[in-house]
């Protein structure tokens, strides 16, 4: 029972990313008519909508704590990460902030051992893991013409998103040994992200044209975000923490460039270079580098009790 909740969590982490992967796409279509502060208002409302009809439940108020633990998960996974993230892609390069935002799993991590008691210890393996990803995922970043320059507001911004992420990852451990149903727990954590990003709107560039909305191609890749990236993803996502905890589900995280990678290859025939690959395999190897380390038995047993939560 326990080997098959395992793998659930694993499939889960590896769907998300599929789909967090690909986002891309639809993000660079959107941005033609849209603005990144409006895409990502419109997408989590649409998540928001999509989860209260999936699970029409109440959550019971069980408490300051919890939904301060909740309030705090949202502020971070939603409104800070997004809204970090879209602004530092306007100060530096996208590979840039790929690079940076890759090293979530290591601060995760090291969040984790600080915060958390009784989660996994830092194992060697992780280390090497994570050395094995980043150089892969430089590869990948600088596989064409496209040369390091340093942008320090953009890169810091960045470094900040992958920051808040791991906060995010950590409180949702938190939150889902509270007892909650998935779908609620992370519907409320969309409410609070949504609610926090509400004075972003009033000093950014946010003017929806419903119009542009209606439009097949914008339409389509809204739902898309907002059904798949947004409600679909971010269940999955905090599924995953809830089986594997934090530092386990982040590690996907590495492997996220090189599907971006395969997907850019299928979908929009660019073609693969040499760096790309061996990239691509050297993210691939610093997962199971790490996640190995992590399924020994030697783990203390009361990080083992917790894993099972």
């Known amino acids: ?22 986002t891309y796409i639809s ?55 997004y809204l970090m993230e879209n602004i530092a892609l306007t100060y530096t390069l996208v590979c840039n902030v790929g690079i940076i935002i890759s090293v979530a799993p290591f601060l995760t991590a090291l969040v984790t051992h600080i915060f958390v008691k009784g989660e996994d210890r830092l194992h060697f393996n992780f280390f090497i893991g994570f050395i ?3 150089v892969g995922i430089c590869l990948i970043s600088f596989s064409g013409s496209t040369k390091l320059q340093l942008n320090p507001l953009g890169d810091i911004l960045a470094f900040l998103a992958a920051l808040v992420w791991s906060f995010y990852s950590v409180l949702f451990r938190k939150v889902s040994n509270y007892g909650h149903h998935t779908i609620l727990a ?12 509400l004075p972003a709107l009033l000093f950014m560039d946010f003017k929806l044209d419903f119009n542009l909305m209606l439009k097949p191609v914008n339409l389509f890749n809204l739902i898309f975000l907002g059904l798949g990236a947004s409600a679909l993803c971010f269940v999955t996502w905090n599924l995953a923490v809830k089986i594997l905890g934090a530092v386990k589900t982040s590690v996907y995280i590495y492997i996220g460039p090189a599907i971006t990678i395969m997907t850019s290859v299928i979908v929009l025939h660019e073609k693969l270079t040499r760096l790309a690959a061996i990239g691509s395999l050297l993210t691939f190897a610093g997962l199971f580098i790490s996640e190995v380390k992590f399924n020994r038995k030697d783990l203390p047993v009361k990080a083992v009790r917790d894993e099972s939560i």
Not at 1 to 22: E, Y
Request: net charge positive; charged share 10%; aromatic share 14%.
């Open 1 to 22: 029972m326990k080997q098959n909740q395992t793998l659930q969590g694993h499939m889960a982490a590896l769907i998300t990313i599929l789909i967090w992967s690909t």
């Open 27 to 81: 993000t660079k279509i959107l941005l033609t008519d849209f603005t990144p502060i409006e895409i990502l208002y419109v997408r989590f409302i649409i998540g928001l909508i999509t989860l209260y009809v999936v699970y029409p439940h109440r959550m019971k108020f069980n408490g300051f704590k919890q939904e301060l633990t909740m309030a705090g998960a949202g502020l971070c996974g939603i409104t800070l990460y």
């Open 132 to 134: 094995s990803a980043m």
């Open 186 to 197: 992370t519907r409320r954590i969309f409410l609070y992200g949504v609610f926090f990003m």
